[in-house]
């Protein structure tokens, strides 16, 4: 049974550092990983999605990397601002029609 | 806007009084999910529906049923609610591994 797990539970940092989340799964043959962002309170929003084939991907000041042969990713944003304040969800699939298996979340907070 | 929404955003219900939690999508995905998430914990997947398949998770319990009618709404009938049951209910649609997740439906039981 696949496990995900986020490190750190929860993160405090001040406004423009530069900060690493980590997703670590226990089965390498997945079809993709993803990293959603929630607000609190609130529904999910995708941030970045790899695909297995791939190293990683960037969206803005989010970059993303996987490397499935040590059941690795990590969320990198660069230049933190209080605005990313939120908690970050990483998530693996095994197939194209699997569903989501997700980690507990990193909760970040950015102080002004 | 294309989007999942989710109705009501808060739900207050008494111990073992039925209630059903709706979902309603303009974005036409095949593939629609219901995860049930607990304070600090990851999103636990309840069921999903592959265009009409209902595809239930092992340990999901009796007491949840949901229904699709058609491809734009879903819901998500709990027969008895217990104090357990308390949790933010979150509806997902999804197309070739892109999801969309609705604002989440905070149910609370008294």
């Known amino acids: 049974k696949q496990e995900v797990t986020q490190i750190p539970a929860a993160l405090s940092v001040p406004e423009g550092e530069n900060l690493v989340l980590n997703c670590s799964f226990t089965?390498?043959?997945?079809?993709?990983l993803q990293w959603f962002r929630q607000d609190p309170g609130k529904g999910l929003t995708s941030l970045l999605l790899?695909?297995?084939?791939?190293r990683e991907q960037t969206s803005g000041r989010l970059n993303a990397s996987l490397d499935k042969s040590s059941g690795r990713s990590t969320l990198y944003i660069a230049a933190s601002q209080p605005g990313d304040s939120a908690t970050y969800l990483c998530a693996v699939t095994h197939s194209g029609y699997s569903t989501l298996t997700f980690g507990k979340g990193t909760m970040l907070l950015v102080s002004p | 806007d294309a989007m999942v929404i989710q109705n009501p955003r808060y739900q207050v219900t008494q111990f073992g009084k039925p209630v059903t939690l709706s979902c309603s999508q303009t974005l036409n995905h095949n593939v629609m999910y219901w995860y049930q998430q607990k304070s600090s914990q990851a999103p636990k997947l309840l069921f999903h529906y592959y265009d009409k398949d209902f595809n239930n998770e092992a340990d999901t319990p009796d007491n949840f049923q949901s229904r699709r009618p058609n491809t734009s709404f879903c819901f998500l009938d709990i027969r008895s609610p217990g104090l357990g049951d308390a949790a933010m209910y979150l509806c997902a649609t999804s197309r070739e591994a892109h999801y969309t997740f609705g604002s989440g439906t905070r149910l609370t039981v008294v």
């Open positions: 790899i695909q297995s084939s791939q």
């Open positions: 089965d390498s043959a997945i079809y993709n």
